[in-house]
T-cell receptor
Framework: GQNIDQPTEMTATEGAIVQINCTYQ??????LFWYQQHAGEAPTFLSY??LDGLEEKGRFSSFLSRSKGYSYLLLKELQMKDSASYLC??????????WGAGTKLIIKP | GAVVSQHPSWVICKSGTSVKIECRSL??????MFWYRQFPKQSLMLMAT?????????EQGVEKDKFLINHASLTLSTLTVTSAHPEDSSFYIC????????????FGPGTRLLVL
């Protein structure tokens, strides 16, 4: 079956760095997405990786290793507004998005 | 980025009534639209995928006669929850994709449905 694993919850301190990991086992791979979702709101797009390596976009970076079935989202200089759920999703061979359950990130002052 | 709107944002209705939710892509043509449902503290659950001009493809366990989807144009898809019951209360989110392949899905703001 298809499976996306990510931690349920993480806690970090304002100003610090946090890494949210995602491992996947899917039927085919056409890219991996990270979305941010604040409570009560719809997800917003953060990043898309299809090739191995690190993609940096401001305070957020996303890394992919296709051979390991692994990705992480790195958040630097954490701000209180970064408190949200972070969803990892993989586009499978049928171009269907397979969603992880999300990681709830709690930022403490 | 691309903008997807959803209307209404909040619906409260009586059990047995039908509710229609609209999803529009505002600045691009969406060949594919997706309807998701999300219960509290859970991840997104794909309900159905619709391509413009054709019938929607429903996920296993989703009743097609209860959740009617119409993708009449490249910018509009509608989800109608027929004869709604309290267990249908949920957060319904649509997303739209411009092409058929690896393009990013852009999400609407969601519709919160409460059935009394």
């Amino acid at each position: 079956g298809q499976n996306i694993d990510q931690p349920t919850e993480m806690t970090a301190t304002e100003g610090a760095i946090v890494q949210i990991n995602c491992t996947y086992q899917t039927s085919g791979f056409n890219g991996l997405f990270w979305y941010q979702q604040h409570a009560g709101e719809a997800p917003t797009f953060l990043s898309y990786n299809v090739l191995d390596g690190l993609e940096e976009k401001g305070r957020f970076s996303s890394f992919l290793s296709r051979s390991k079935g692994y990705s992480y989202l790195l958040l630097k200089e954490l701000q209180m507004k970064d408190s949200a759920s972070y969803l990892c999703a993989v586009l499978d061979s049928n171009y269907q998005l397979i969603w992880g359950a999300g990681t709830k990130l709690i930022i403490k002052p | 980025g691309a903008v997807v709107s959803q209307h209404p944002s909040w619906v409260i209705c009586k059990s047995g009534t039908s509710v229609k939710i609209e999803c529009r892509s505002l600045d691009f043509q969406a060949t594919t639209m997706f309807w998701y449902r999300q219960f509290p503290k859970q991840s997104l659950m794909l309900m159905a995928t619709s391509n413009e001009g054709s019938k929607a493809t429903y996920e296993q366990g989703v009743e097609k006669d209860k959740f009617l989807i119409n993708h009449a144009s490249l910018t509009l898809s509608t989800l109608t929850v027929t004869s709604a019951h309290p267990e249908d209360s949920s957060f319904y989110i649509c997303s739209a994709r411009e092409g058929q392949g690896m393009e990013t899905q852009y999400f609407g703001p969601g519709t919160r449905l409460l059935v009394l």
